[in-house]
């Protein structure tokens, strides 16, 4: 018996924008038995590369041949591959009205040995759990660090660089090779969630608050709860608002599927 079950659920709100760019999906592996998928994509200006996203990283996971164990470092390696693609095929892509189209991307994988891979570009955000407590997230300073060592940027220029365009990690961006982060926990169990969310949720929050949420409710009434909190706090200017949310839960004992009957006098 597995030492937890999984419960997920996808949820979105459009905000006070006129169009709805983000998307998420949640994903079963067709060649990996065991093997779940939580993708999250903010678009910029437009859904069709956040819908690139999605379509890239199902193909390449139906395409995904699982050993008896689980191998983290080609999990690693697919998530590596979900990124390169989707851009490639996006910064071809002709721009819009908007500019060139761009996505965030947030790719979480789960597998049956109780341990999760997730890769991250943008400003997307991917969260850990255990109970209450947030013992994890995604952030940028990866990235900050990556201009400053690599790029040989000043500091105070690396920390800008969301309001440069140039210098934005983002799919698609034809000035810049996205840099994906990666990373892995290992040790899974009942009690441990993970939270993908666009950042026209996870701003109007604190990890104490998500986390609060989340471990007490269902999936779908943490995403009602966050996403009717998050329209409140934005007071009329919010953005898309999109999250997935997994949880771990232990799973139900099992009755005894016998009755017991009083045995009669042995001849």
Same mark, same amino acid.
């Not at 038995?33 to 996971?61: C, F, I, R, W």
């Not at 997730?118 to 940028?140: I, K, M, P, T």
């Not at 409710?217 to 909190?229: G, V, Y």
């Given at each position: 018996?597995?030492?937890?079950?999984?419960?997920?659920?996808?949820?979105?709100?459009?905000?006070?924008?006129?169009?709805?760019?983000?998307?998420?999906?949640?994903?079963?592996?067709?060649?990996?038995?065991?093997?779940?998928?939580?993708?999250?994509?903010?678009?910029?200006?437009?859904a069709a590369a956040a819908e690139q996203?999605?379509?890239?990283?199902?193909?390449?996971?139906?395409?995904?041949?699982?050993?008896?164990?689980?191998?983290?470092?080609?999990l690693q390696d697919l998530l590596r591959?979900?990124?390169?693609?989707?851009?490639?095929?996006?910064?071809?892509?002709?721009?819009?009205?908007?500019?060139?189209?761009?996505?965030?991307?947030?790719?979480?994988?789960?597998?049956?040995?109780?341990?999760?891979?997730?890769a991250h570009v943008g400003d997307s955000?991917?969260?850990?759990?255990?109970?209450?407590?947030?013992?994890?997230?995604?952030?940028?300073?990866?990235?900050?660090?990556?201009?400053?060592?690599?790029?040989?940027?000043?500091?105070?220029?690396?920390?800008?660089?969301?309001?440069?365009?140039?210098?934005?990690?983002?799919?698609?961006?034809?000035?810049?090779?996205?840099?994906?982060?990666?990373?892995?926990?290992?040790?899974?169990?009942? $009690? @441990?969630?993970?939270?993908? *969310?666009?950042?026209? =949720?996870?701003?109007?929050? +604190?990890? !104490?608050?998500?986390?609060? /949420?989340?471990?007490?409710?269902?999936?779908?009434?943490?995403?009602?709860?966050?996403?009717?909190?998050?329209?409140?706090?934005?007071?009329?200017? $919010? @953005?898309?608002?999109?999250? *997935?949310?997994?949880? =771990?839960?232990?799973?139900? +004992?099992? !009755?005894?599927?016998?009755? /017991?009957?009083?045995?009669?006098?042995?001849?």
């Amino acid at each position: 018996m597995s030492a937890y079950k999984i419960e997920a659920g996808t949820a979105q709100h459009i905000g006070s924008r006129a169009l709805q760019t983000d998307r998420t999906a949640l994903y079963t592996a067709a060649r990996a038995p065991g093997y779940v998928m939580a993708v999250l994509a903010d678009g910029l200006g437009t859904a069709a590369a956040a819908e690139q996203v999605l379509h890239t990283s199902k193909l390449l996971l139906d395409e995904y041949r699982a050993g008896e164990k689980a191998n983290l470092l080609r999990l690693q390696d697919l998530l590596r591959t979900v990124a390169q693609e989707a851009h490639d095929v996006i910064a071809m892509s002709p721009a819009t009205t908007g500019g060139e189209p761009q996505a965030t991307m947030l790719v979480l994988m789960l597998t049956p040995q109780g341990q999760a891979v997730w890769a991250h570009v943008g400003d997307s955000r991917l969260y850990r759990f255990a109970g209450e407590q947030c013992v994890g997230r995604s952030n940028d300073q990866d990235y900050v660090r990556h201009l400053v060592e690599h790029d040989k940027l000043p500091l105070d220029a690396a920390k800008k660089h969301r309001s440069t365009r140039m210098l934005m990690n983002a799919l698609g961006n034809r000035q810049k090779t996205p840099f994906v982060t990666v990373g892995e926990q290992q040790g899974l169990k009942a $009690g @441990d969630a993970f939270l993908l *969310a666009s950042d026209g =949720l996870w701003q109007y929050f +604190t990890d !104490a608050e998500m986390g609060m /949420v989340i471990s007490r409710a269902t999936p779908r009434q943490a995403s009602e709860k966050l996403i009717n909190k998050a329209i409140e706090r934005a007071k009329g200017k $919010g @953005d898309n608002c999109t999250m *997935a949310i997994i949880k =771990l839960v232990a799973p139900p +004992t099992e !009755a005894p599927s016998y009755t /017991v009957q009083r045995m009669g006098k042995a001849v």
